[in-house]
């Protein structure tokens, strides 16, 4: 069974950076779609960005413009998410994700197995 790590949040300045780190274990992630989602209170988990299991062309939420990467590193069974000039409304707990669906899904239904999450918290 895949089990996730999540890991690498934390407080960090508007304009600053920061990288997300997404741990595998149970199972080799190289053959998984990944995908990272985050939630505020009251919100419905909302999509990020994912990348495929080849390694593909990612796909990002409209809000991104820009400012994140995601990337994987199968050799280390790990993928990461690296946020560059986040903002304040950027805050929120951020989650891997995991699918063995074949095509990007932003439908978190698609996804099967997820990380326990790591709060990011941007300050202005």
């Known amino acids: 069974q895949l089990q996730l790590v999540d890991s690498g949040g934390g407080l960090v300045q508007a304009g600053g950076s920061l990288r997300l780190s997404c741990e595998a274990s149970g199972a080799a992630l190289r053959v998984y779609s990944v995908g990272w989602f985050r939630q505020t209170p009251g919100k419905e988990r909302e999509f990020v960005a994912a990348?495929?299991?080849?390694?593909?062309?990612?796909l990002y939420g409209a809000f991104v413009e820009g400012r994140f990467t995601i990337s994987r590193d199968n050799a280390k069974n790990s993928a990461y998410l690296k946020m560059n000039s986040p903002k304040p409304e950027d805050t929120a707990v951020y989650y891997c994700a995991a699918t063995s669906v074949v095509f990007i899904s932003t439908d978190r239904g698609d996804w099967h197995y997820w990380g326990q999450g790591t709060q990011v918290t941007v300050s202005s």
């Open positions: 990348i495929t299991f080849s390694g593909g062309e990612p």
